[in-house]
């Protein structure tokens, strides 16, 4: 689903040979942000379902408070998540996909829960979700290996939110049952889709990591062509770790790699006229002698 322009081709394409590779989120900052953000925003949706559910219901009816938690879902989720997603322009790209993605996951668990209103129902709208969710990222990230991977963590963690949170409202009557079976949903399932994407854009991130950090040597050939002096280049260059200068360019090492055999000649040359001359005193001495 390059319709998005997240595959990993797309990505490596829009950045420009002089700019810094963007940064990598971890899985843990990933599954932290996801957690913490999804909770954020899940709190403000119940919110709304625990002070003005009835009032909307009367007059939109059930389906249409679905569907303004799901714009509210989609609205703050695509925002929040973007953060997570790597490359250029992520944010009007991801939104997109996210509001695609997350509108099939609330059909999905929508019809299951009409068609039985039980916990049944709630397991299948689960599995449900997930499902097109997970088919959903994994399309357009251009993970379809990780799909099994990516759907297996949204449905456990969705699961274990949903239930954990409707377990908590179960015990806790009133508004604030509520309210903490919204947090522990956002807990969960932000988890689930933090991780998801750190799984999705596994491709990306190989790529991006063996893209090689030219951007040193390159604005200082750049600088020193226009000033006249091609040759200070070299000193713009980074230094060895041991490894290899593995940003050094061709130009600057041709200089230095010069400049370093000069040196060595003439290094020989002295010490081979020392030792000739060292030879001749002892012999004459000898002879001498």
């Known amino acids: 689903m390059s319709l998005f322009g997240l595959d990993p081709e797309s990505v490596a394409a829009r ?18 942000l996801g957690s913490a953000g999804f909770a954020v925003i899940a709190l403000v949706v119940f919110g709304v379902w625990a ?9 939109v009816g059930e389906l249409g408070l679905y569907a303004i938690c799901c714009v509210l ?9 973007s953060r997570l997603v790597v490359g250029l322009g992520s944010l009007r790209r991801f939104c997109g996909l996210f509001a695609i993605a ?5 059909a999905g668990w929508t019809a299951a829960w009409l068609v039985l ?35 297996l963590v949204l449905f456990v963690t969705h699961s274990v939110g949903y239930l954990l949170g409707s377990a908590l409202y179960s015990a806790v009557p009133g508004l604030a049952g509520q ?18 994407l750190h799984l999705c854009q ?19 050939l750049l600088l020193s062509t226009k000033a006249g002096k091609p040759h200070d280049a ?43 001359l060292v030879h001749g005193v002892l012999g004459g001495a000898r002879r001498g002698g």
Do not use: M
């Not at 879902?73 to 998540?81: A, D, K, L």
């Not at 990222?137 to 799909?147: D, E, K, M, N, P």
């Open 15 to 32: 950045l420009k040979s002089g700019e810094p590779a963007p940064r990598l989120p971890s899985l843990a900052s990933s599954i932290g």
């Open 51 to 59: 002070w003005g559910g009835r009032w909307l219901t009367a007059r």
């Open 73 to 81: 879902f989609i609205g703050g989720g695509g925002w929040w998540f």
């Open 102 to 106: 997350f509108f099939l996951y609330a």
């Open 117 to 151: 209103r039980n916990r049944g129902g709630e397991w299948l709208g689960s599995l449900a979700g997930t499902v097109l969710l997970g088919c959903v990222f994994a399309t357009a990230f251009g993970s379809v290996r990780a799909l099994a991977k990516v759907i």
């Open 179 to 196: 309210l903490l079976w919204g947090v522990a949903y956002g807990l969960g399932f932000g988890a689930g889709i933090g991780w998801a």
């Open 202 to 220: 596994e491709p990306v991130r190989r790529i991006l990591e063996a893209r090689p950090n030219h951007e040193v040597l390159v604005r200082g």
């Open 234 to 276: 070299a000193k713009s260059r980074p230094h060895s770790n041991g490894r290899g200068s593995r940003g050094r360019g061709f130009r600057a090492g041709l200089v230095s790699d010069s400049r370093t055999d000069l040196r060595g000649q003439v290094g020989r040359s002295v010490v081979q006229a020392v030792s000739r």
